[in-house]
């Protein structure tokens, strides 16, 4: 097995490829080494030591370091414990799996407007930032501002906030006169 890897914009995160799928569908966020109690890839890749944040996209896993180590102390384990996970045919989540990346309900008048929102952030917007090794989730709209949850690569990302003002909001201000404003949201 060979595990590629990329850069993110993000200098604490390293995008990692394994050649096959991780998710069937949807996204997966592990900000917390206890949150990965739910995958046993995730617990690996925790256990490496020195680990802020593991995230999986559908082919791909995002590793978030702490800021103190170096990628060259940690980045051969992690590699290791990718490998490792693969080849003993373990499942990457156990119980209830992934969730489908956030779509929280919206009832009401703005109803159309978000599913505008959310079709865009579908369509133009996660498939850019996937490639990252990120995701950017819906969150809310409430008075002309969307409110999005950054996960993987994207999240601590010295750049997210330029995507999110310069990219995300001009997109949407575009195409939904509505849209006044873009802004992040903590999970």
Known sequence: MFIQTE???NPATLKFLPGQ????SGTAD???EEAAKTSPLAS???????????????????????????WDHVKPAILGAIMEHFQSGAPVMEGE?????????HDGPDSDIVQQIK??????????VAQDGGDITFHGFDRGVVYLHM???????????????????????????EVLEVRPVAA
């Open 44 to 70: 690996r890749i925790f256990a490496v030591g020195n680990i802020a944040g593991v995230f999986f996209g559908s082919d791909f896993v995002t590793v978030t370091k702490d800021e103190a180590t170096d």
């Open 119 to 128: 079709e865009l952030l579908d369509t133009r917007v996660r498939p850019a």
């Open 151 to 177: 996960q993987g690569a994207c999240a601590g990302c010295p750049s997210s906030t330029l995507t999110l003002k310069m990219g995300i909001e001009n997109l949407l201000r575009h195409y939904i006169p």
């Open 7 to 9: 850069s993110t914009p």
């Open 21 to 24: 799928a991780v998710l069937d």
């Open 97 to 105: 799996g992934a969730v489908p990346a956030g779509h929280a309900a």
């Open 30 to 32: 592990f900000p917390t």
